[in-house]
């Protein structure tokens, strides 16, 4: 069955440090792999995705066929990164988010 | 500018009362889907739209209907709600089920006394 796993539901980080927000899945295909994310008080939206292989805001995630992750890092943290992120996975026409992980950044 | 919008942002029912709620979307997207998510889980899909096509999750409760009587509206109703049915229910949309971006509402709380 194809699933996404993030393990960490809250994740805290000094400004400054680095982060890594981590991802897991399990599909038999090609995925297609996604971040999502919800700042306070605002819609869910999408962050990144793996095709493209782009940085948004700082933030990069690549993907690992051999360990099947999706890790979303980023050099160095800033405030108003604090927000929750959503790993997901794209599956025919739909997408299967991950429970979340919280990150919280630290003055 | 908003693109996908929900109303109400909160609702209250009654156990077993009928509700509805409102999804509307300014960015003339082919498929229109309802999550449901409940506290600290990932939204769920509960069923979606292409065009005029509708298309159920096989685990969504009967109780979960939907309706879209044109491409800007989709509504969800809610049969009989239980006490198990109180969560944030998301709408979202894409340009087509290939598309792999979904634009999301700002959702709805439904809670159920």
């Known amino acids: 069955a194809q699933r996404v796993t993030q393990p960490e539901k809250l994740l805290s980080v000094f400004k400054g440090a680095p982060v890594e927000l981590k991802c897991n899945y399990s599909?038999?295909?090609?995925?297609?792999l996604f971040w999502y994310v919800q700042y306070s008080r605002q819609r869910l939206q999408l962050l990144l995705r793996?095709?493209s292989r782009e940085s948004i805001k700082g933030f990069t995630a690549d993907l690992n066929k051999g360990e099947t992750s999706f890790h979303l890092k980023k050099p160095f943290a800033q405030e108003e990164d604090s927000a929750m992120y959503y790993c997901?996975?794209?599956?025919?026409?739909?997408?299967?988010f991950g429970k979340g992980t919280r990150l919280h950044i630290l003055p | 500018d908003a693109m996908v919008i929900q109303n109400p942002r909160y609702q209250v029912t009654q156990f077993g009362k009928p509700v509805t709620l409102s999804c509307s979307q300014t960015?003339?997207?082919?498929?229109m889907y309802w999550y449901q998510q409940k506290s600290s889980q990932a939204p769920k899909l509960l069923f979606h739209?292409?065009?005029?096509?509708?298309?159920n999750e096989a685990d969504t409760p009967d109780n979960f209907q939907s309706r879209r009587p044109n491409t800007s509206f989709c509504f969800l109703d809610i049969r009989s709600p239980g006490l198990g049915d109180a969560a944030m229910y998301l709408c979202?949309?894409?340009?087509?089920?290939?598309?792999?971006?979904?634009?999301f509402g700002p959702g709805t709380r439904l809670t159920v006394t």
């Open positions: 979202a949309t894409s340009r087509g089920p290939w598309d792999t971006e979904q634009y």
């Open positions: 793996h095709i």
């Open positions: 960015l003339n997207h082919n498929v």
């Open positions: 599909y038999s295909g090609s995925p297609e």
């Open positions: 739209y292409y065009d005029k096509d509708f298309n």
């Open positions: 997901a996975l794209k599956r025919d026409d739909k997408i299967i």
